[in-house]
């Protein structure tokens, strides 16, 4: 069955931090996509990779995705407050999309 | 041009009723997915509607069943209800491209079910 892992479950960052959140799956996917909610709201897509080596990067978020190492990355640099949200990834296994626990994050003045 | 919406918001049952949750996509999408977000949780697929038809099913019992509309709204429903269905109940619209149909999602803002 299909499992995704994500790490840390919390985190609670300082301003200009920087730090990565973990996604490890189980079964061979190369769709992965990952998505913000703030409290009380719904999902935001903010990427999906389609392929082993992806990169897609935008403003202080980046992510990526190694399908032989079933793990994805979303980096965060130089963290602001409004980056303050639960991250969720989700993988693809036909149609039937699975998410992770969620990351929690905190940023900090 | 509207996002995914769904109706009602909020909504208060009572072990064994029944309930019926309502979606529509957003505009130029033809598939609609369902999901169950218990609290402090990441959401759970339900089922994929496309074409009038459940495409893909996960693991909840048959008390959910859902339906697509030719306009390509869709409706979740739950039969005999229990505490434990207590969730935001999330549907997410998408635009079909052969066998794969989750290329970006769109989430509605979701209905809060409440069974007391």
């Known amino acids: 069955e299909l499992k995704v892992e994500q790490n840390p479950l919390f985190l609670s960052m300082q301003e200009g931090k920087n730090y990565t959140i973990y996604c490890n799956y189980s079964?061979?996917?190369?769709?992965l996509y990952w998505y913000r909610q703030d409290p009380g709201k719904s999902l935001e897509s903010l990427f999906v990779?389609?392929?082993?080596?992806a990169v897609k990067q935008e403003g202080r978020l980046m992510a990526s995705l190694d399908t032989k190492a079933r793990l994805s990355t979303l980096h965060i640099t130089a963290a602001v407050h409004d980056l303050s949200a639960t991250y969720f990834c989700?993988?693809?296994?036909?149609?039937?999309?699975?998410f992770g626990a969620g990351t929690r994050l905190t940023v900090k003045p | 041009d509207a996002g995914v919406t769904q109706s009602p918001t909020h909504l208060i049952k009572t072990r064994g009723q029944q309930v019926t949750l309502r979606c529509s996509p957003k505009?130029?999408?033809?598939?609609v997915s369902w999901y169950q977000q218990a609290l402090g949780q990441g959401p759970q697929f339900i089922f994929q509607?496309?074409?009038?038809?459940?495409?893909q099913r996960g693991n909840f019992p048959d008390r959910f069943s859902g339906h697509q509309f030719p306009n390509y709204s869709s409706e979740l429903n739950v039969n005999a209800l229990l505490l434990g269905d207590s969730a935001l109940y999330l549907c997410?619209?998408?635009?079909?491209?052969?066998?794969?149909?989750?290329?970006?999602?769109?989430f509605g803002s979701g209905t809060q079910l409440s069974v007391l």
């Open positions: 509607y496309y074409e009038e038809e459940e495409r």
């Open positions: 079964t061979t996917s190369d769709r």
């Open positions: 989700a993988v693809d296994i036909n149609n039937d999309m699975r």
């Open positions: 997410a619209s998408s635009f079909a491209l052969g066998a794969a149909t989750n290329e970006k999602l769109f």
């Open positions: 505009s130029g999408h033809d598939t």
């Open positions: 990779l389609l392929s082993n080596g």
